[in-house]
């Protein structure tokens, strides 16, 4: 059975930074592909980064320049390196996987696993 879970979420001032992590069990982030979305209350979810395991990787406009997908295969651990955080980029951050070596996708229909989502809130 797949699980991702989600951890380093808080609240942060505007310009603070943030790391998000998501560690996986039951899957493999070495050979596949990974991603971030996002998403508020009332609105739809909000693709953010993506990396395939060519280490390819893809970010929203939005935050380009500003946050940061990596991962650890050895640790199988994803991570989103979020910096100068702005009050728009406030909501629940959600990790998703597929076990394709070369799918970095802003389209979440592509990622089969999802995890719970970990709380980001950034006040001005």
């Known amino acids: 059975q797949v699980q991702l879970v989600e951890s380093g979420g808080g609240s942060v001032q505007a310009g603070g930074s943030l790391r998000l992590s998501c560690v996986a069990s039951?899957?493999?982030?070495?050979?596949?592909?990974q991603a971030w979305f996002r998403q508020t209350p009332g609105k739809e979810r909000e693709f953010v980064a993506c990396?395939?395991?060519?280490?390819?990787?893809g970010h929203a406009d939005s935050v380009k320049g500003r946050f940061a997908i990596s991962k650890d295969d050895a640790k199988n651990t994803l991570y989103l390196q979020m910096n100068s955080l702005k009050p728009e980029d406030t909501a629940m951050y959600y990790c998703?996987?597929?076990?394709?070596?070369?799918?970095?996708?802003?389209?979440?229909?592509?990622?089969?696993?999802w995890g719970q989502g970990t709380q980001v809130t950034v006040s001005s």
């Open positions: 039951g899957y493999s982030f070495s050979g596949t592909s």
């Open positions: 990396i395939h395991s060519f280490d390819k990787t």
């Open positions: 998703a996987g597929n076990p394709y070596p070369a799918t970095c996708s802003k389209f979440g229909s592509v990622y089969n696993y």
